[in-house]
């Protein structure tokens, strides 16, 4: 059986890291089976999450895993039979949300004083559980120091990214206009693509699920949970995919 290295669930929400929610939302789609446990980033190929074992390889990057996953196991939901169009249009989503959206949604979390209050107990619980004994004792008592550190870091790389070099005003103003695309896209299409789900759902389910999901409070959340259509096709994919448990297998 396939294992997914993850950060791990906070209150109803499977992960807060949307490209572990994509996969694992994948894995379901597609009736792979599979485990979940908590993943130490450093000790993974490429240094991030998620990551599977398949049968002794692993593998990192969603994008990569679906890839190698959809080569072994037939295309199972049937994305060569879609049109040249919609091929083309779900990449274009697909670069919306991982790259526009994302990047709007970490600098939100780590910018914000209040938001990095809720982050913080949850980056140092991740830390202690995936670290070596004599690290989990020392942990809590260095987080003061640390923590501050590794906030001032991820700023850095959102102000070397682009994003962190606008005001914040305008970066709420840039996530609002790319979820207004998403809305206008999805209209009252039941999914993204049409009347079937596609891999494009799973993206977009955990893009949506994650930036609207507490502790979290911005603007951008609070928009886009009056966004009726939106909210109404996460819960739609919600109760179909994930209704039954967040803790383990598809089937």
Do not use: C
Not at 172 to 197: H, N, R, S
Not at 242 to 249: F, L, Y
């Amino acid at each position: 059986m396939i294992t997914v290295y993850k950060y791990g669930p906070v209150g109803r929400t499977p992960d807060l890291s949307p490209f572990v929610l994509k996969l694992e939302t994948w894995l379901r789609m597609a009736g792979i089976p599979y485990t979940g446990a908590l993943g130490g980033r450093a000790m993974m190929p490429k240094g991030k999450l998620p990551v599977i074992d398949d049968d002794g390889q692993r593998i990192a990057d969603s994008s990569l895993i679906i890839r190698h996953l959809e080569r072994k196991h037939g295309d199972p939901l049937g994305e060569a039979q879609r049109s040249p169009q919609d091929r083309a249009m779900a990449v274009a989503m697909k670069a919306l949300f991982e790259t526009h959206l994302y990047f709007t949604a970490v600098h939100l979390r780590w910018s914000s004083d209040a938001n990095f209050e809720h982050l913080k107990p949850l980056l140092l619980d991740y830390a202690v559980q995936t670290s070596r004994p004599l690290a989990r004792t020392l942990l809590p008592r260095l987080a003061p120091l640390l923590m501050p550190a590794i906030r001032k870091k991820t700023l850095a790389q959102l102000h070397a990214q682009g994003i962190g070099r606008h005001q914040p005003q305008e970066i709420v103003q840039i996530a609002l206009e790319g979820w207004q695309a998403v809305a206008d896209f999805l209209g009252d299409k039941p999914y993204m693509l049409g009347d079937t789900p596609s891999g494009l759902d799973a993206i977009a389910f955990a893009f949506i699920h994650t930036a609207s999901a507490p502790p979290f409070e911005h603007p951008v959340r609070e928009q886009l949970q009056r966004m009726p259509n939106v909210m109404a096709y996460h819960d739609r994919m919600w109760q179909r995919y994930w209704a039954g448990g967040t803790a383990a297998a598809a089937g």
